[in-house]
């Protein structure tokens, strides 16, 4: 895991962040000591977020399909 100082860190930040988003996390460390993670945030998403498809389908053909499958 490479650590950085804090100069470092504000001279390179778009290196040390892209960094941070391939490794997982990323030091950066004070002149006092101190020392602070640096993590990528999680990206929430729902499993019913999917993508949208391009149909050349109107609603009542959808419709029509739909109540045909219930018939049987």
């Known amino acids: 895991m490479q650590v950085y100082t804090y ?4 001279q390179k930040l778009a290196i040390i ?3 941070a ?3 997982g996390k990323v030091l950066i460390r004070r002149k006092d000591g101190r020392t602070f ?7 929430a998403s ?4 999917v993508p949208s498809i391009k149909a ?10 739909i109540r045909e499958g219930r018939e049987r």
Request: charge should be negative; charged fraction near 30%; aromatic fraction near 0%.
């Open 46 to 49: 729902s499993p019913l977020d």
């Open 17 to 19: 962040l892209e960094q």
């Open 37 to 43: 993670a640096l993590v990528p945030e999680k990206i």
């Open 21 to 23: 988003e391939n490794t």
């Open 7 to 10: 100069s470092e860190a504000r």
């Open 56 to 65: 050349n389908i109107t609603t009542q053909e959808i419709v029509d399909i």
